[in-house]
């Protein structure tokens, strides 16, 4: 399967804990995304990546979240002394872009976190 | 604020019988429309865009949709609905401006009933 994978698929921590999460894109997409829904709502835009670096932030990515792309392939997502209204879903998707050209993006089945 | 509504929480339709979902945008710009579909434990998965051209765009699964710029609208049809249709439908823009992150706005979904 050459999709969007994401890591783990569910996640239970308690609040304080941090939790990391893992998205690997698909290969040749030199665009990251990361989302956030939670029950009822659409997906929300938290950052993306073009390659390495991170060129956007949500106002809603608290200084509590951190993302790295380090070589400009998979993804990790930390959240920090993560709170109960840290539960969601969180949604990796890729893309390709070119400066003209804009490309669908292609979603992973998320990373359900719990916090209790 | 640039939003996405969908003004139906829930379409039941009948089996073979045609059917809508609603979807209606306010950005600044000239807007790149899609439309993806949610199954349950599954990750979003892309129906169809439009980005300029043909107001109708046809897309995966039978599925089709109309741009309408005076109403700014992007409403989902299918001609004859399948049960297997049944699922949660996200509208979403990405607006085209200067500066645009190419993130996608998302609308809040509407869950597509489709009863024999």
């Known amino acids: 399967d050459t999709g969007v994978s994401q890591n783990p698929r569910h996640k239970i921590t308690k609040r304080g804990q941090n939790v990391t999460f893992r998205c690997d894109p698909i290969?040749?997409?030199?665009?990251l995304y990361w989302y956030r829904q939670t029950l009822g709502q659409g997906p929300e835009f938290l950052t993306y990546?073009?390659?390495?670096?991170?060129?956007?932030k949500s106002r809603l990515l608290s200084d509590r979240f951190s993302a790295e792309r380090p070589k400009g392939s998979f993804s990790t997502l930390e959240i920090q002394r993560t709170e109960q209204g840290d539960s969601a879903m969180y949604l990796c998707?890729?893309?390709?872009?070119?400066?003209?050209?804009?490309?669908?993006?292609?979603f992973g089945p998320g990373t359900r976190l719990t916090v209790t | 604020a640039q939003s996405v509504a969908q003004p139906e929480d829930q379409v039941n339709v009948a089996e073979g019988n045609p059917l809508t979902v609603k979807c209606t945008y306010s950005?600044?710009?000239?807007?790149?429309l899609f439309w993806y579909v949610q199954y349950p434990n599954r990750g979003l998965q892309f129906l169809l865009k439009?980005?300029?051209?043909?107001?109708l765009v046809k897309g995966s699964y039978g599925f089709e949709a109309e741009f309408n710029k005076s109403q700014t609208s992007f409403h989902l049809k299918k001609p004859s609905a399948l049960v297997s249709d049944s699922a949660l439908y996200f509208c979403?823009?990405?607006?085209?401006?200067?500066?645009?992150?190419?993130?996608?706005?998302f609308g809040k979904g509407t869950k597509l009933s489709v009863k024999p």
């Open positions: 439009y980005i300029t051209g043909d107001n």
């Open positions: 998707a890729s893309s390709s872009h070119l400066r003209t050209v804009i490309y669908e993006q292609y």
């Open positions: 290969s040749e997409h030199n665009r």
């Open positions: 990546f073009q390659n390495e670096a991170q060129l956007e």
């Open positions: 979403a823009v990405i607006p085209v401006l200067r500066g645009s992150q190419g993130n996608l706005i």
């Open positions: 950005v600044s710009g000239n807007p790149y």
